[in-house]
């Protein structure tokens, strides 16, 4: 019944987590988003740095730069002889991670106006700059308000670029920025083409995607890094597909974007910042570089002075210069090493998300605890590995967060109903058997012990029962009650503790009779030599027993005892509201009519061949006693007596004794009743014993009544 109620429980808890689970990660998605990005990162730390494409470059407006050349913004007339140089080392692109929104105070024509002289001919560096762009491959930057900052927009951004939109939704999801803020309109006229340098962070700061496109007054504008690209292909025209809850992806030719709904593109960094070449814009200002380092390569003009306030923080680096974040999304263009979330890694998730809830329950259903811990810690790790292999092998985010949580929770409530349960089974274990087994037998049991442990099934034990020979006669010989209770807690106090040294399960008492059984609950290796071990050390005790009763002037106890071995029915019995934990069957019975014989032949140990044939240990001192068909079973037994160890006996024999009783015993079965009457009556002259007395009595009566197909075997009618 606890089996049922424990897992139904689990079933219970299961659905809901996985109920849970899968409402926070379709409804909650941006609740989630934090942690799960969180442990991208942690993927990415794991995957160590990558090789970055040789073919990209970075023109580093550094420290070293600043000291040569003067505070930024310097003069266009420098950076108009950047390019220059850039573009006569045989740049296939360049693009600028800087914006020019204000003219150059420093131009000699600037500085006469502000003078009011117009009527000299001076440098205008702003036009200087403006010429160079137009002459060499240059992407201009610009950069996105994306909140409303007071101002007003009065330009737009140049647009060469015809972007075609398939299958797009009523509702747009792309980011859409209050204004522009733009170069100064010669540059921005003289630039081939521009693109936005915006990187938006995630809500804890980490940049881990760029908008590829924006929408910016119903017209779409690209990214710096789209733009390079777009111009590098050739391509005017580039699609944009959508499916029903915003944009799937971006093409240029044959290469295929994957995004986000809004048109990010995840960036998978390659490792810490200086991933790609730097070169300092001092020296290529001075011309001071080999032409291969600029030669067909992809150049970027940009900062990683902190001063300049163009630092970002990645999973990789808490300092990460802006512009090494474009050049690692055009890395991740040209040599399609993409990160995504498709369309349909909903699905995909949800799947995912159930069938680890679904595995991790069955895991939880383990009945060894250990194993049960194990194998769940195997498993969160398999699911981990797997998600790190689809994210940094195949490029495919599957979300994580939900199915390790869920599995946490899990595990949580799953360990505690396990907890809940065990506890009331090391309980009811406690309550069954604290007084019929050892406290090491209990702790083995309440160790190994599942719910099965008390169901009601076929086991093989070794049964033992033990009963005071003459009791009526012990009881008159004592005054009052109280002083037989006083006695028979005297004697059955060493003797339950023998049993359960031993490892044996006291099952009841049967007033002055003991009933006891190996094997059960627990395991019990040797059962057979343990109980008849229990029986000869019990013996053994009364005798010492004995000797302090004749002390204290108190009658002496003789016991029986019957010991079988077999197949019985063990488990909890009883009615619904009163059980207990006990055992039935044939083998019972016929340990119970065992003892009864000892009586009968005035022994005090009798196994049955059943016991004595499952015997290992060879150090005991046996004797067959007879072949006999005890009342309620019709198929005879072979029955042994045990008189202790070899080198320890209660029983003493003359030498050749137990050769010429062997010898009597075989007469006696092959019906030469007069050869064995002899033989029986020689040795009950030698040494007197009940047994050798049985079997005179028996020649004696067959020499008179000779019996017909005599088989050897005695009946008995009582038990």
């Known amino acids: 019944m606890n089996t049922y109620k424990k897992t139904w429980m689990q079933v219970i808890i299961f659905l809901i987590v996985v109920f849970i689970s899968l409402l926070g990660y379709l409804k909650y998605p941006s609740i989630s988003s934090l942690f799960e990005n969180k442990l991208n990162d942690v993927m990415f730390l794991l995957r160590g740095e ?78 200087i700059l403006a010429d160079t762009i137009a002459k060499t491959p240059t992407i201009v930057g610009y950069v996105f308000a994306l909140s409303d900052d007071g101002l007003q927009q009065n330009k737009y951004p140049k647009n060469n670029t015809i972007f075609i939109e398939k299958n797009k939704p009523k509702k747009s999801f792309l980011i859409k920025p209050y204004r522009a803020i733009l170069n100064i309109s010669s540059i921005q006229e003289a630039a081939y083409g521009n693109g936005y340098f915006n990187t938006i962070p995630d809500k804890d700061g980490v940049v881990r995607s760029i908008p590829m496109i924006m929408n910016y007054n119903g017209l ?290 049967i007033g002055d009779a003991i009933m006891a059984y190996w094997n059960a609950p627990i395991d019990i290796k040797n059962h057979p030599d343990k109980a008849l071990e229990a029986a000869i050390e019990q013996i053994l005790r009364l005798q010492v027993l004995n000797i302090q009763l004749t002390k204290e002037n108190k009658p002496n106890i003789n016991i029986g005892i019957g010991i079988n071995t077999g197949v019985s029915v063990v488990g909890e019995m009883g009615s619904k509201g009163r059980s207990d934990y006990t055992c039935i069957g044939d083998a019972v019975n016929l340990a119970s009519r065992a003892e009864g014989l000892c009586k009968a032949y005035g022994s005090n140990i009798i196994l049955s061949e059943f016991t004595k044939n499952k015997l290992i240990k060879k150090h005991y001192f046996l004797r067959e006693l007879d072949i006999v068909r005890v009342k309620g079973k019709e198929k005879p037994v072979t029955i042994y007596e045990c008189m202790g160890y070899k080198n320890n006996s209660w029983v003493t024999f003359k030498e050749n004794d137990n050769k010429m009783y062997k010898e009597a015993l075989q007469l006696y079965r092959n019906s030469q009743f007069k050869e064995a009457l002899v033989l029986f009556t020689k040795l009950n002259t030698s040494n007197q014993q009940k047994l050798y007395a049985v079997y005179i009595q028996r020649c004696e009566h067959y020499i008179k009544n000779r019996p017909e197909n005599f088989d050897g075997v005695f009946t008995f009618v009582t038990k």
């Open 50 to 127: 990558k090789k970055a494409d040789s073919d990209i470059v970075i023109v580093d407006i550094d420290e070293k730069s600043l000291r040569q050349l003067g505070q930024w913004p310097w003069s266009r007339d420098k950076v108009a002889q950047i390019l220059q140089n850039l573009s006569n080392n045989g740049a296939a692109i360049i693009g600028l991670d800087v914006v020019f929104a204000e003219a150059d105070n420093s131009s000699p024509k600037y500085i006469l106006k502000k003078l009011g002289i117009t009527n000299i001919k001076a440098q205008d560096y702003d036009k």
């Open 220 to 509: 779409l504008y690209p990214a710096l890094s789209l733009e390079m690209l777009i111009a590098l292909s050739g391509e005017r025209k580039v699609f944009i597909n959508y499916y029903k809850d915003g944009v799937e992806s971006i093409e240029i030719g044959e290469l295929k974007i994957p995004t986000d709904r809004f048109g990010r593109m995840l960036i998978n960094y390659r490792g810490a910042h200086s991933k790609y070449k730097y070169i300092s814009a001092y020296d290529v200002y001075m011309n001071n570089v080999q032409p291969n380092e600029i030669k067909n390569k992809i150049i970027l003009l940009g900062t990683s002075a902190a001063g300049l306030l163009d630092l970002r923080s990645t999973p990789f680096d808490n300092v990460y210069p802006g512009v090494e974040v474009h050049a690692t999304a055009i890395d991740n263009i040209l040599n399609t090493n993409f990160l995504q979330s498709p369309s349909w890694i909903v699905g995909v998730d949800t799947i995912d998300i159930f069938l680890s809830l679904a595995i991790a329950f069955t895991l939880l259903l383990i009945p060894n605890a250990l194993i049960s811990f194990f194998a769940f810690i195997l498993f969160i790790a398999a699911i981990f590995y797997f998600h790190y292999y689809m994210m940094i092998d195949k490029g495919l985010l599957l979300n994580t967060l939900f199915p390790l949580l869920g599995l946490a929770v899990l595990f949580i409530v799953g360990e505690a109903i396990n907890y809940f349960f065990e506890t009331k089974q090391k309980e009811k274990i406690k309550r069954k058997f604290a007084t019929k087994v050892s406290s090491a037998v209990v702790e083995e049991l309440i160790k190994n012990s599942n719910e099965d442990t008390f169901d009601v099934k076929e086991k093989e034990i070794t049964i033992l029962f033990s009963d005071i020979r003459d009791f009526t006669s012990i009881s008159e010989k004592l005054n009052s009650a109280k002083a037989l209770i006083v006695l028979l807690n005297e004697y059955m106090t060493p003797m339950v503790d023998i049993i359960t040294h031993y490892g044996g399960t006291v099952d009841k008492f």
